[in-house]
């Protein structure tokens, strides 16, 4: 990324997550939802997180920002390793990493208002007195589109964009660098999503923000995105500017998903890629690369050895041994 500076360095991150049998575990047996997962995030950028359902995109946005800890590895947040810091100093970085959620009913307390929604975490600061609270309350409101007369109503009295509306205005109350988003217009009509994702990247622009957008759609992340990542059974297989991603993927997944994307233009024609079989288990990946049970270019190599990303031209990374050196592993 030349000369941007990082916001967040995430190094070696995993989660995994032991499997019970009964009431006793059983050893060595294990989910590894996100399996050694390494890449920067840039300040002022949108790092786009795309992969099929159960490869591992909302448990690593929810290791980022601390609401789960990981099994191993480091998150680093402007120089400082916060995987390692104790609640009362995690604390004062609470104020700079937030979260947006998927379902905006089910993160909003049903039985508070919008005001004490909004409110609770300015309050808890101790820096603004009351009268000074609720300008505070009013101007973040009107930052994503809602009128002062919201203060006094419930979230279910609001339409689902208004909600996530709500979510993102509560996110922003603390002034935040970064914001991870997971599936943040997943739950939303298709009308409603642009107006959401129009409404992020004004606030970016307006407020400095960096953003992890985490997401199963493709199109949406190609809104939205500067950079993308492409998580296959809790791994990065490919990442890299957008337009490399999209005009020129390597890997076989990312090239499969890719072919996926409805096309509205229909002089461009695609290809359709279609996997064979469904995704292994998290709890037993194949050997060598996890995708090569699927992939329809796997050789001998892949059923073995397991790819490293490997930084190609313009930025471009990719796990796959058919961009790789020799098999020399005879």
Not at 44 to 59: F, Q
Not at 156 to 180: C, D, V, W, Y
Request: glycine share 8%; aromatic share 6%.
């Amino acid at each position: 990324m030349g000369d941007k500076e990082k916001l967040l360095e995430i190094r070696n991150l995993k989660k995994y997550f032991p499997i019970k049998k009964g009431l006793i575990k059983g050893r060595g047996n294990q989910v590894k939802a996100v399996d050694d997962v390494s890449f920067n995030i840039y300040k002022g950028e949108t790092l786009g997180i795309v992969g099929e359902s159960g490869s591992g995109k909302s448990t690593l946005g929810r290791m980022i920002v601390r609401l789960m800890d990981a099994t191993e590895g480091e998150i680093v947040f402007e120089g400082t390793n916060i995987e390692h810091l104790g609640t009362r100093q995690m604390g004062a970085f609470r104020k700079e990493i937030q979260m947006v959620f998927q379902d905006p009913f089910a993160s909003l307390n049903p039985r508070m208002r919008v005001g004490q929604l909004i409110g609770e975490p300015i309050a808890i600061q101790k820096t603004f007195n009351k009268k000074e609270r609720a300008e505070k309350i009013i101007d973040i409101l009107g930052k994503v589109g809602l009128t002062a007369e919201a203060i006094t109503k419930f979230p279910h009295e609001f339409s689902g964009g208004q909600r996530q509306r709500i979510g993102i205005a509560r996110a922003l109350t603390m002034n935040p660098k970064f914001i991870a988003a997971d599936e943040p217009v997943s739950a939303l009509d298709v009308s409603v999503q642009s107006q959401v994702l129009n409404l992020m990247q004004d606030l970016q622009d307006e407020l400095n923000l960096t953003y992890l957008f985490i997401s199963h759609d493709l199109s949406v992340v190609k809104h939205i995105s500067d950079r993308v990542g492409v998580m296959y059974l809790g791994r990065i297989v490919e990442i890299g500017p957008k337009k490399n991603i999209y005009d020129n993927p390597m890997h076989p997944y990312t090239q499969a998903l890719l072919s996926s994307i409805p096309v509205t233009n229909f002089d461009g024609k695609r290809e359709k890629i279609y996997l064979k079989g469904e995704p292994p288990s998290p709890s037993d990946p194949p050997k060598g690369c996890a995708f090569h049970t699927r992939c329809p270019n796997a050789f001998n190599r892949c059923r073995i050895e397991r790819p490293e990303l490997i930084l190609h031209d313009d930025g471009q990374s990719v796990a796959c041994h058919l961009y790789s050196a020799p098999f020399t592993n005879v």
